[in-house]
């Protein structure tokens, strides 16, 4: 008989199934056992008053993968309205008996974020963490989908470099062939040259940054989301594209998930650098936002836009990377931006440099990046875009503290395992 998910069960009344998975938990009472069976899809419920088998069921440990085939019968306080009755069960693998670091059939996981980490395998079935993922998963969907709408092709780059791409950020060195080489810290430099190729691009892929934090909101190694497209007039293009991708974003979380999501306006509320430093009570001379600033930003914009989400621009030209376009009015600002979320940097952006002598006059050391200066040589339009970052987006969503939780295996400044 073939095997059906636990979704299935309610158009399968009075009929007799075959489902399979794990076992959740079992409950052993005086005339009856239940047994709570998980798959990807969700539980069944399977009553069992039969002796013999309510026997079987004792000597399975929790997590025992099962085939259960039984009849569907109809019962409004099992999930989704139904359980299996009278259950012949068959045990496909058993789980080792050792003592389990921590119970999944609880709502919560009581462990600590260190032993779920160091108990992946196991921490990653319990049905928040996993929800997480499928989060990531609907996110990365939606991302893409929102971007195929408006002609962008998706392009894989490389993730091993030659020379570092954000200046000021540290890398990590590797011997590649007798030589050095790094891992990539962003597709940055050729999803901007693949704009001369196919005018809007896009990529979802693993970036690499060798940064000693050790906060809730970095990761050494992160999901990136970036986009880029040509034909711009500046930095403001480039964010009404990204307003349009993550509402698709949100969008297709809650459709495929059920998640509760934030509105995304049709416009979301912008104010330049300095007007943000006021706002958030920093001195005026203040280079950058620091995380109580951002903190300040979100709580301004749902006060007075009723937004979650907030567009801070014109960062300083000192703090941006060398590609980054000045804003013509006033030099000392940049048309970029960053895209708060819940009080929370999420994305970074803005207006490239198009024009081979502007490369030249800017570039640290121009004969290192000759591969990607050669781009400008034969004409480049005029250009922006942004990154996103998966895993703080997730966790922003879901409203987890630490981005570890929404991250299946990650690598941090102390863990390279499992």
């Given at each position: 008989m073939q095997r059906i998910l636990s979704t299935e069960l309610p158009g399968k009344e009075k009929q007799t199934v075959t489902i399979a998975g794990w076992i959740h938990r079992r409950r052993l009472l005086k005339s009856v056992a239940f047994l709570i069976v998980r798959d990807a899809a969700g539980f069944s419920q399977v009553v069992i008053t039969d002796p013999a088998v309510r026997e079987q069921i004792e000597s399975l440990a929790e997590e025992t993968v099962v085939e259960v085939t039984a009849q569907v019968t109809a019962n409004p306080a099992a999930p989704a309205g139904v359980e299996l009755t009278g259950p012949h069960i068959r045990a496909l693998s058993s789980a080792v008996g050792v003592h389990k670091p921590f119970e999944l059939h609880r709502p919560e996981l009581g462990a600590t974020m260190a032993t779920q980490l160091d108990h992946a395998a196991l921490a990653l079935r319990h049905p928040s963490r996993a929800t997480a993922l499928?989060?990531?998963?609907?996110?990365?969907?939606?991302?893409?989908?929102?971007?195929?709408?408006?002609?962008?092709?998706?392009?894989?780059?490389?993730?091993?470099?030659?020379?570092?791409?954000?200046?000021?950020?540290?890398?990590f060195t590797?011997?590649?062939?007798?030589?050095?080489?790094?891992?990539?810290?962003?597709?940055?430099?050729?999803?901007?040259?693949?704009?001369g190729v196919f005018e809007r691009v896009y990529e979802v892929g693993p970036v690499f940054r060798a940064e000693p934090h050790d906060t809730a909101?970095?990761?050494?190694?992160?999901?990136?989301?970036?986009?880029?497209?040509?034909?711009?007039?500046?930095?403001?293009?480039?964010?009404?594209v990204l307003t349009t991708v993550i509402a698709g974003m949100v969008a297709t979380v809650e459709?495929?998930?059920?998640?509760?999501?934030?509105?995304?306006?049709?416009e979301i509320p912008a104010v330049h650098f300095e007007e943000a430093l006021r706002i958030a009570g920093a001195p005026a001379d203040e280079p950058d936002l620091a995380p109580a600033h951002e903190r300040a930003l979100g709580e301004w914009a749902v006060r007075e836009h009723g937004s979650e989400f907030v567009f801070v621009?014109?960062?300083?030209?000192?703090?941006?990377?060398?590609?980054?376009?000045?804003?013509?009015?006033?030099?000392?600002?940049?048309?970029?931006?960053?895209?708060?979320?819940?009080?929370l940097e999420l994305v970074t952006g803005g207006q490239r440099l198009h024009r081979y002598e502007d490369y030249l006059a800017v570039a640290p050391a121009p004969e290192k990046l000759a591969g990607y200066l050669d781009g400008f040589k034969y004409g480049m339009p005029p250009h922006g875009g942004f990154a996103i970052g998966l895993e703080r987006f997730v966790a922003r969503l879901t409203g987890a503290a630490n981005v570890r939780e929404v991250t299946a295996f990650p690598r941090d400044l102390h863990r390279v395992t499992p």
């Amino acid at each position: 008989m073939q095997r059906i998910l636990s979704t299935e069960l309610p158009g399968k009344e009075k009929q007799t199934v075959t489902i399979a998975g794990w076992i959740h938990r079992r409950r052993l009472l005086k005339s009856v056992a239940f047994l709570i069976v998980r798959d990807a899809a969700g539980f069944s419920q399977v009553v069992i008053t039969d002796p013999a088998v309510r026997e079987q069921i004792e000597s399975l440990a929790e997590e025992t993968v099962v085939e259960v085939t039984a009849q569907v019968t109809a019962n409004p306080a099992a999930p989704a309205g139904v359980e299996l009755t009278g259950p012949h069960i068959r045990a496909l693998s058993s789980a080792v008996g050792v003592h389990k670091p921590f119970e999944l059939h609880r709502p919560e996981l009581g462990a600590t974020m260190a032993t779920q980490l160091d108990h992946a395998a196991l921490a990653l079935r319990h049905p928040s963490r996993a929800t997480a993922l499928r989060v990531s998963a609907a996110a990365a969907a939606g991302f893409r989908e929102a971007l195929e709408r408006q002609r962008f092709v998706e392009i894989h780059t490389p993730k091993i470099v030659g020379t570092a791409t954000e200046c000021g950020a540290n890398v990590f060195t590797l011997d590649y062939f007798g030589s050095p080489a790094y891992l990539a810290q962003s597709p940055q430099f050729y999803k901007q040259l693949m704009v001369g190729v196919f005018e809007r691009v896009y990529e979802v892929g693993p970036v690499f940054r060798a940064e000693p934090h050790d906060t809730a909101r970095h990761l050494a190694q992160y999901t990136s989301l970036d986009a880029e497209l040509g034909f711009i007039t500046d930095h403001r293009d480039v964010m009404a594209v990204l307003t349009t991708v993550i509402a698709g974003m949100v969008a297709t979380v809650e459709s495929r998930t059920g998640v509760a999501v934030p509105s995304v306006p049709s416009e979301i509320p912008a104010v330049h650098f300095e007007e943000a430093l006021r706002i958030a009570g920093a001195p005026a001379d203040e280079p950058d936002l620091a995380p109580a600033h951002e903190r300040a930003l979100g709580e301004w914009a749902v006060r007075e836009h009723g937004s979650e989400f907030v567009f801070v621009t014109g960062y300083p030209m000192a703090k941006r990377p060398f590609y980054t376009h000045p804003q013509p009015s006033d030099p000392r600002w940049s048309n970029s931006f960053d895209l708060l979320f819940r009080g929370l940097e999420l994305v970074t952006g803005g207006q490239r440099l198009h024009r081979y002598e502007d490369y030249l006059a800017v570039a640290p050391a121009p004969e290192k990046l000759a591969g990607y200066l050669d781009g400008f040589k034969y004409g480049m339009p005029p250009h922006g875009g942004f990154a996103i970052g998966l895993e703080r987006f997730v966790a922003r969503l879901t409203g987890a503290a630490n981005v570890r939780e929404v991250t299946a295996f990650p690598r941090d400044l102390h863990r390279v395992t499992p």
